[in-house]
């Protein structure tokens, strides 16, 4: 419906505390160069540190030597020179399976080790830290890039001042993607959605309850006086639901229930037959029927529905549909109902459905699709009646979630400021002018008014260009009147969404007034505080990402850095403690000796017509090192026996 560019940096999800929600949206090229930088930082610089710092650790703990087991040395030697726990542990681990001189040394080899592999584990599973401080999930929030920010001129059918083509269109367009949506995510579709998940919560929640108390005076209901179904979604959360991103204190409450039941209209039909209306001659074999439930505006008939049984057209079912807002005084409204169906309270909608030539190959007990009492040759059955009417109450109510205050239910054109004036022109009443503006179009007319026979479950379930339907179940009614509610929802969901990149698909002038369709929100409500509230909150609507980037951590990422920059210096200030000289820690000098420069050192400084010292044979030769004897004859010497100068 509209542009869905995803807005890329640095922003606050106010979903979470203060630290927990600052966050930044990356594209998903950024996101993998960001990722693969994190890993080297963490398997090279940040582990390469760590490994330091145990090194250094070890030999301040360790036991000054005596006259130490040069095994025992050797294991020493190995850590202090090995730059990498792999390198370490591959040492380590080739000197303890090369042992054989007793176990204190194979123990000592096996608790050096254990550290070593840890921290080589450790340095594997640095590529599994990045993911947990940059997301990819497709269900990350994040929030549109905002461009054209404002309102579509809601679709009012007797505004002159609206191109009513190009409105009319738009409504189309919107409602078949609203119907789609409808039924793919609230009817959970097996097949393959079209549609994308894009909104913060996937559906909006609902409460269904049958056996309703009749929504209008109990002679209109065709079925007992507690038989109708109420659709209620209860409080609905401005942020958690539908995506405005804001903190706690400046959210609201909405609320939309809806009750329909089969109509009684027995009394209220008039059949013609056998006579001209309008210069059109009616014959008795195709009769035409008024439905008179009050009269349209600017017409001089008292009927509300003129309908006429179409044998012939292969679409199936008839559906038209009639509404009126907020009782019969509202100059809107392009019908009056009858005092029964009146409701200052709510807004009215009446969905007639004509069946047609439709057959089904089952009966039918449902009392709107009813199919009961005739059969024809082949086997079907025909509908009992040749139209049936379904009246719907929509009702509306705000709530300040701060204070409690709710207004009354009532209809969409009824008051919603009341519970948010009372600190002046807030954030709060901003969000609730906005709402008002999406909920004008909140009646089951405005699911059904543009789709035709479209609106019904029952259309979508006959093969095309055939007039045989599967049978449907005894209360099928309930399902299409769901359908409506549900379809009235994912629109609210689709014009939150879109309000940032508001769009007419007919129109593309980009203008504030009323013929390119589109209100912006500059000067949308003329209270120039009120206007820039609403203009703050063009950069504020959360969707998923779904793929079109990722979300990083600004704290995972910050904890990350510090703990890596303080863990290199660190480091480096132990191996600079570690390399200076000193005369009182042994450990300190053990530290620089065996550093393989000093071995080398060592060395270079042995006479080459004497051997060296125990000590500094096993130093450099390890246990394989055999002190020769008197009595070691010179065939048998090592190779630090003594030969003549030549």
Known sequence: MSSNEIYTGFWMNRSRSTVLGATWTLSVGNANILNSFLTFLITTILLGSLWEIAVISLYLARPLPSDQNPSIEKKWVILRNSATPATASFSLLKSLLSQKDGRKPRKLTLIVLLPTCLLLVLKAAGFLIPPLIISASPNELALLKPETCGFKTPYLRTDPGVPRGANAANELSETMESRRYATERYGKSTTVFATKRVFPVETLPFDVVQNEPCPFDEEMCLLSPKSAVSFDTGLLDSHTHLGINAP???????????????????????????????????????????????????????????????????????????????????????????????????????????????????????????????????????????????????????????????????????????????????????????????????????????????????????PDNSYISPGLPDNHWQHEAQRWFETGLAKFQYKAMEYPNVSYPELYVKTGDIDSGISLTQNFTEIPEVDELLSSQCKNQLVKLNGRGQNVSVLGLALLLIATAVLYLVAKLLTWWGSKPSRTNGRRKLWQQDHFLALWHVARRVPKTEAPSRMDKSALLGPEYIPLNKNTSVANSGPFERRPVS
């Open 248 to 462: 706690t204190p400046d959210r609201i409450q909405y609320r939309w229930r809806s009750v329909c039941t089969p109509l009684r209209i027995t009394d209220r039909v008039t059949t013609l037959r056998n006579e001209t209306r309008d210069g059109i001659f009616i014959s008795g074999d195709e009769p035409v029927f008024e439905v008179n439930l009050g009269p349209l505006a600017n017409s001089d008939r008292s009927y509300t529905f003129f309908y006429k049984q179409n044998f012939l057209d292969p679409s199936g079912y008839q559906v038209r549909s009639v509404s009126a807002i907020g009782g019969n005084q509202n100059p809107l409204n392009i019908w009056t109902p009858i005092n029964p169906l009146n409701r200052v309270d709510a807004d009215v909608t009446l969905v007639l459905i004509g069946t047609n030539a439709v057959t089904y190959v089952n009966k039918v007990s449902d009392p709107v699709f009813q199919a009961n009492d005739t059969t024809i040759d082949d086997g079907l059955w025909i509908s009992d009646y040749y139209l049936r009417i379904i009246g719907c109450a929509d009702q509306h109510q705000y709530c300040n979630p701060e204070t409690g205050l709710c207004t009354a239910m009532n209809g969409t054109q009824g008051e919603w400021s009341s519970p948010f004036v009372y600190d002046g022109l807030s954030p709060q009443y901003a969000t609730g002018w906005r709402l008002s503006q999406y909920t004008m179009e909140h009646l089951i007319d405005a699911s059904v008014r543009s789709l035709g026979n479209n609106a019904l479950i029952a259309h979508s379930i006959i």
